[in-house]
């Protein structure tokens, strides 16, 4: 009976994570991005050197990291009232539920060899390197081409990229989450693990969004990079990697990362 339901409660669990993201958050929403307020967000402008020149843009880009990492970590302290009840609120209320059942639906697949195999094989598209070599292919390849909106697109996606993994290497680093794999299966926190959030669907859906919402970009682009980032958070699942919570957790911060870092004024 469990394995007839898995199918519809991934549905289920997929659908809750794009409701949640597409929920405005990181000053995104009307409240929040008022002008006055958002450029108190951004107020980090570049600062010419000495000698009145514009910085490179490498240090641009880093300038604008370090921008981001202070919109995103302050994030829960300017959120407005309906930004808690629509988001805040049903996220905890869902990551608190599925760590509550982590330990049982993590065994609902036979997790045989195979099926960990070449689960693992098709989440690597969602590591590091692979998703630095598309979004630095992206950036070069519009450069060369003379496609602006394409260069866009890697900039945006290659910068959505970094945050996610500064963001989610540093919750790894406070929550130490057993993998389903580890110990005796249940998730503990803060016994030296690294499972919570995912950084495979956290960096999947944070390059997804970077690239779908960013102008101009191409419609089979967008579609591509959501099919991606969705399958790659599944096969974290299925490779016994993680636990749903933790693809839900990541996939959603990814998502909010991603949607920032393509609307942003700059």
Same mark, same amino acid.
């Given at each position: 009976m469990r394995h007839i339901m898995t199918p519809r409660y991934l549905v289920g669990f997929l659908l809750l994570q794009l409701?949640?993201?597409?929920?405005?958050?990181?000053?995104?929403? %009307?409240?929040?991005?008022?002008?006055?307020?958002? %450029?108190?967000?951004?107020?980090?402008?570049p600062t010419p050197d000495p000698g009145g020149q514009k910085p490179s843009a490498a240090g641009q880009f880093f300038r604008d990291i370090w921008t981001d990492q202070k919109v995103i970590w302050t994030t829960p302290f300017r959120m407005n009232r309906r930004q808690y009840l629509t988001v805040a609120l049903p996220l905890a209320a869902a990551t608190a539920g599925l760590i509550a059942t982590d330990?049982?639906?993590?065994? @609902?697949?036979? /997790?045989?060899?195979?099926?960990?195999?070449?689960?693992?094989?098709?989440? /690597? !598209?969602?590591?590091? $390197?692979?998703?630095?070599?598309?979004?630095?292919?992206?950036?070069?390849?519009?450069?060369?081409?003379?496609?602006p909106h394409y260069f866009q697109i890697g900039r945006n996606s290659a910068e959505a990229l970094v945050n996610s993994v500064i963001t989610n290497y540093a919750l790894k680093v406070i929550t130490q989450r057993e993998r389903p794999n580890e110990g005796n299966g249940r998730g503990? !926190?803060? %016994?030296?693990? /690294?499972? !919570?959030?995912?950084?495979?669907?956290? /960096?999947?859906?944070?390059?997804?969004?970077?690239?779908?919402?960013?102008?101009?970009?191409?419609? @089979?682009?967008?579609?591509? #990079?959501?099919?991606?980032?969705?399958?790659?958070?599944?096969?974290?699942?299925?490779?016994?990697?993680?636990?749903?919570?933790?693809?839900?957790?990541?996939?959603?911060?990814?998502?909010?990362?991603? #949607? $920032?870092?393509?609307?942003?004024?700059?």
């Amino acid at each position: 009976m469990r394995h007839i339901m898995t199918p519809r409660y991934l549905v289920g669990f997929l659908l809750l994570q794009l409701v949640l993201v597409g929920q405005p958050v990181f000053g995104q929403d %009307e409240a929040v991005t008022a002008a006055p307020e958002v %450029e108190s967000f951004h107020a980090f402008p570049p600062t010419p050197d000495p000698g009145g020149q514009k910085p490179s843009a490498a240090g641009q880009f880093f300038r604008d990291i370090w921008t981001d990492q202070k919109v995103i970590w302050t994030t829960p302290f300017r959120m407005n009232r309906r930004q808690y009840l629509t988001v805040a609120l049903p996220l905890a209320a869902a990551t608190a539920g599925l760590i509550a059942t982590d330990a049982e639906t993590a065994t @609902w697949l036979p /997790n045989t060899p195979d099926q960990i195999k070449w689960s693992q094989r098709f989440s /690597n !598209f969602g590591g590091v $390197y692979t998703l630095g070599f598309i979004t630095g292919g992206m950036l070069v390849g519009g450069k060369v081409a003379d496609k602006p909106h394409y260069f866009q697109i890697g900039r945006n996606s290659a910068e959505a990229l970094v945050n996610s993994v500064i963001t989610n290497y540093a919750l790894k680093v406070i929550t130490q989450r057993e993998r389903p794999n580890e110990g005796n299966g249940r998730g503990h !926190f803060w %016994e030296g693990g /690294n499972s !919570f959030p995912s950084g495979h669907a956290m /960096n999947s859906w944070a390059v997804a969004f970077a690239v779908a919402r960013t102008p101009k970009c191409p419609k @089979w682009l967008a579609i591509t #990079s959501y099919a991606m980032a969705t399958g790659i958070s599944i096969s974290r699942y299925t490779a016994h990697k993680h636990f749903l919570s933790d693809i839900l957790v990541g996939g959603v911060f990814g998502g909010y990362i991603g #949607s $920032y870092v393509a609307r942003r004024p700059r």
